[in-house]
């Protein structure tokens, strides 16, 4: 079988750590001493950077490192009418620091005023062709389920939704809308990154959800629609993968438990056309439940972590590999390789050094071509 167009056997999730220079110009910029667009001058500069970086590690996939990005998600879900930030999120599963995300409320009618995403797409693209590469643009947004999880009925205005479903068919729609921007605007590939059914696999998690939203099992049925909404009208040459991990803020995670509970669901319902999931350690299960990957998807299996700086056993790697393959209906050639999440799914980033995290990409895209030969995109 071949692959998806825009994956590839050695393949990322998206985030690379913030070079200083972007960190401290967004600390600048949020105290006023740097225009919107004298920070954009910067971040454009160490964009150009990361993406030879990419292309000199080996990548084929290339991203913006999310170098624009405080969170992967609220860089993005902020810019939706309707949607606010209020405060920050409370959580029994306090992280590194003591930092939480901000606290999504919607407080009227959702909407998509404008394009998000699109000219970041369109400046990454231009670096890239500059490159003289031919690789994958990369486009990462969060799933839209991160604008409920999260939330209760008290965070969505009920002047607004006195009833949820309209709730559910204005989310799927701005989704609609901005996949459409961005095809019209050249790209093919858009990734979901979506911590919210992995957070289902974690009973204390689970428990939590349902006192918010009811059945968890209905919950995960509820959004694999919802995923189903908001991609359903993309054209047929727009590949839609699916990222499912359990927390990454500075090398911590914030949940465990195996994909069983959402197997069926994540597997069987879901229209994506490749999933890209956690399976760094043993937080995240067995690989039994890729015994219901149909035959005609395929899974970046994240077996390398980025959560360490140390280099992986390139023999136990290819162990997993083969071991995940068993139950897979096409076996390895269902299989991708990638590091459990990004490097740096918040500004901070994980506990380790550029030339740490480099080396590793480097490593995963070796056993990649060791595994399936020279030639990744097939």
Same mark, same amino acid.
């Given at each position: 079988?071949? !692959?998806? +167009?825009?994956?590839?056997?050695?393949?990322?999730?998206?985030?690379?750590?913030r070079p200083k220079a972007v960190l401290e110009a967004r600390?600048?910029?949020?105290?006023?001493?740097?225009?919107?667009?004298?920070? #954009?001058?910067?971040?454009?500069?160490?964009?150009?950077?990361? &993406?030879?970086?990419?292309?000199? /590690?080996?990548? #084929?996939?290339?991203?913006?490192?999310?170098?624009?990005?405080?969170?992967?998600? &609220?860089?993005? !879900?902020?810019?939706?009418?309707?949607?606010? !930030?209020?405060?920050?999120?409370?959580?029994t599963n306090i992280s590194v620091g003591g930092t939480m995300?901000?606290? %999504?409320?919607?407080?009227?009618?959702?909407?998509?005023?404008?394009?998000?995403?699109?000219?970041?797409?369109?400046?990454?693209?231009? =670096?890239?062709?500059?490159?003289?590469?031919?690789?994958?643009?990369?486009?990462?947004?969060?799933?839209?389920?991160?604008?409920?999880? #999260?939330?209760?009925?008290?965070?969505?205005?009920?002047?607004?939704?006195?009833? !949820?479903?309209?709730?559910?068919?204005?989310?799927?729609?701005?989704? =609609?809308?901005?996949?459409?921007?961005?095809?019209?605007?050249?790209? #093919?590939? @858009?990734?979901?990154?979506?911590?919210? %059914?992995?957070?289902?696999?974690?009973?204390?998690?689970?428990?939590?959800?349902? *006192?918010?939203?009811?059945?968890?099992?209905?919950?995960?049925?509820?959004?694999?629609?919802?995923?189903?909404?908001?991609?359903?009208?993309?054209?047929?040459?727009?590949?839609?993968?699916?990222?499912?991990?359990?927390? +990454?803020?500075?090398?911590?995670?914030?949940?465990?438990?195996?994909?069983?509970?959402?197997?069926?669901?994540?597997?069987?319902?879901?229209?994506?056309?490749?999933?890209?999931?956690?399976?760094?350690?043993?937080?995240?299960?067995?690989?039994?439940?890729l015994r219901h990957l149909p035959p005609h998807k395929v899974?970046?299996?994240?077996?390398?972590?980025?959560?360490?700086?140390?280099?992986?056993?390139?023999?136990?790697?290819?162990?997993? %590999?083969?071991? /995940?393959?068993?139950?897979?209906?096409?076996?390895?050639? =269902?299989?991708?390789?990638?590091?459990?999440?990004?490097?740096?799914?918040?500004?901070?980033?994980?506990?380790?050094?550029?030339?740490? *995290?480099?080396?590793? @990409?480097?490593?995963? &895209?070796?056993?990649?071509?060791? @595994?399936?030969?020279?030639?990744?995109?097939?």
């Open positions: 079988m071949s !692959l998806p +167009n825009g994956v590839y056997r050695a393949d990322q999730v998206g985030s690379f750590l600390e600048q910029a949020a105290q006023g001493q740097l225009k919107p667009e004298q920070l #954009r001058e910067i971040e454009d500069k160490h964009i150009a950077d990361v &993406v030879k970086k990419q292309l000199d /590690a080996g990548l #084929r996939s290339i991203t913006d490192g999310e170098f624009r990005r405080q969170w992967f998600h &609220v860089d993005f !879900l902020k810019h939706l009418s309707g949607v606010e !930030l209020r405060g920050a999120m409370q959580s995300p901000p606290r %999504l409320v919607v407080v009227d009618k959702i909407g998509h005023p404008e394009p998000i995403q699109v000219n970041d797409f369109k400046y990454l693209e231009s =670096q890239i062709a500059a490159a003289g590469a031919k690789a994958t643009t990369k486009v990462c947004i969060p799933s839209p389920t991160m604008v409920h999880f #999260r939330n209760s009925r008290d965070t969505i205005d009920e002047k607004a939704y006195p009833t !949820l479903d309209p709730f559910f068919e204005d989310l799927a729609r701005v989704y =609609q809308e901005e996949l459409a921007d961005l095809y019209a605007a050249g790209a #093919r590939f @858009v990734q979901l990154d979506d911590t919210n %059914l992995a957070y289902l696999c974690d009973p204390k998690m689970r428990s939590e959800a349902e *006192q918010r939203h009811g059945d968890a099992n209905e919950l995960a049925r509820q959004y694999a629609a919802l995923i189903n909404a908001a991609i359903a009208k993309r054209p047929a040459d727009m590949t839609i993968g699916i990222h499912l991990c359990r927390g +990454n803020h500075r090398s911590q995670w914030f949940a465990q438990g195996g994909y069983e509970p959402v197997a069926e669901v994540l597997f069987k319902d879901l229209n994506v056309d490749a999933y890209f999931l956690e399976y760094d350690d043993a937080r995240s299960g067995d690989f039994s439940p899974v970046v299996l994240g077996v390398m972590t980025s959560k360490k700086a140390a280099l992986e056993d390139k023999a136990e790697v290819v162990k997993r %590999l083969n071991e /995940a393959a068993s139950f897979c209906p096409n076996g390895l050639k =269902q299989l991708c390789l990638s590091h459990q999440c990004g490097f740096s799914s918040t500004s901070e980033g994980n506990d380790l050094t550029e030339d740490e *995290q480099w080396a590793k @990409v480097k490593l995963e &895209v070796e056993i990649a071509k060791e @595994v399936w030969g020279d030639d990744l995109s097939v």
